[in-house]
């Protein structure tokens, strides 16, 4: 019995991400942009009336990530001007690092500021996170759920997901955070103990996305508190939000 299950191990092979600090994704994953530097103002424009968003914007031209839907669009139609690299290292504790401009080949980073100090001190060792779904699609959802999973294990770093705020050191927020549910969203983050963080997984949560300009929605709540960190994506990969959450924490 035990040598057939040994047997069986031994043809799976390994069935998890051993170092989610250097993992190799497939080739076609769609992570951080990069952008021409020689790219024409009439590419700009073609470019910025492609995007379905409004992440794209000339004069100068920049590319917001908190924005995109990563769909592409805007590399079909300008091959060799902009591409999207599998670096899905992309999260970032500031909207304004999530901001890709021309001209620049370098990577999304955490900032180590005041705030990441006092986090780093809180979270360092363990964090427990409350995920709030606020009108999302169920993607986003999926792929944190997947976090935990026997591929990426984030619990090998003592991230785990929790079912009540109140056991919870911060919230995890996807979706365009509808109407419905600004409410139960306010009650979830008013239960969950101080010091806490807020975390937004998804470009739906980061900026609503394709839903921008609908009346169901209700974002009152991000105009009130300050998101710790931004986790772009349609939806965001596991490893840009485990990566983002190791640097927001300051693990190696």
Known sequence: ??????????????????DLRKAALPEGFRGRPVISGDISQAE????????????????PFRLDLGKCEFCMECS??????IRFTADYRIASNSRQGLIV?????????????????EIRSFFHNALKLRQVSAGGDNSAEMELNACGNVN???????????????????LVISGPMSGNMAEALQICYDATPSPKIVILAGTAAISSGIFNDSAALDRKFIERIRPDL???????????????ILDLTGRK
């Open 152 to 170: 990426f294990d984030m619990g090998r770093y003592g991230i785990e997901f929790v079912a009540s705020p109140r056991h919870a050191d911060g």
């Open 1 to 18: 019995m035990a040598l057939g299950i040994i047997s069986i191990f031994r043809r799976h092979g390994r069935q998890y991400v051993k």
């Open 101 to 117: 401009k021309a001209g620049e080949d370098r990577p999304v980073v955490v900032e180590q500021g005041s705030a990441g100090k």
């Open 230 to 244: 931004y986790v772009p994506g349609n939806p965001p990969h596991p490893l840009t939000f485990i990566n983002g």
């Open 76 to 81: 079909f139609a300008l091959p060799g001007k």
């Open 44 to 59: 700009e424009k073609i470019a910025e009336a492609l995007c379905p968003t409004g992440a794209i914007e000339s004069g």
